[in-house]
């Protein structure tokens, strides 16, 4: 379970899982990380990486636990923030991944979903890719005033409101990463 550029026949640097990289409590290891990562994919024709995970470990027996940053929201923020930061400073475009719902309760609020409002309030992050289906584009487009685009595995935005706002944060990103 490392971390990098996963890409069929291509050699790139195999960072630390996630959970080891967290486990440091070293941000500026990981936005170093970050930037590595993200002259790579630059290295590749890409502009845009796919991470970081800002879920947080429910359960020590969880199989994929080594992708996240553990069940800390303060320590899991620190460490989202920076990867972030060291992927963006490179003129890439990072993608925050969160596969849970919008927060309901104020628990969730600062918990599950702190890593995900770092993401976009502090770092700045240009892309989210939520759960399938999941509502959590109204959070944080409208409670965190995310100006990125959603990157989706289900089909493109039906409503033309809603298209529209998808194109403009897709320009908005590229505009602001020179692509």
Do not use: C
């Not at 440091?24 to 002259?39: F, R, S």
């Not at 020590?60 to 636990?65: A, D, F, N, T, V």
């Not at 965190?144 to 409101?161: H, I, Y």
Request: proline share 6%; charged share 20%; aromatic share 6%.
């Amino acid at each position: 379970g490392a971390m990098g550029i996963s890409v069929k026949g291509v050699y790139a640097t195999a960072f630390p899982a996630n959970l080891g990289m967290a486990a440091t409590w070293n941000p500026e290891l990981m936005d170093k990380a970050g930037v590595v990562i993200a002259q790579q994919a630059r290295a590749l024709n890409r502009d845009q990486v796919l991470g970081p995970l800002t879920g947080l470990a429910r359960s020590p027996l969880s199989g994929r636990i080594f992708e996240t940053y553990g069940e800390d929201p303060l320590l899991a923020s620190r460490i989202v923030v920076s990867y972030i930061s060291g992927v963006q400073g490179e003129g890439e475009i990072a993608t925050a991944i969160f596969h849970a719902d919008a927060p309901r309760t104020r628990a969730a609020r600062e918990f599950d979903a702190r890593p995900m409002e770092a993401a976009v309030s502090e770092a700045g992050v240009w892309a989210v890719k939520p759960l399938p289906g999941s509502s959590i584009r109204d959070f944080v487009n409208g409670q965190l005033g995310f100006k990125g685009f959603t990157v989706s595995e289900t089909a493109a935005p039906q409503d033309a409101d809603a298209l529209d706002e998808q194109v403009r944060g897709i320009l908005r990103a590229m505009l602001a990463n020179g692509i």
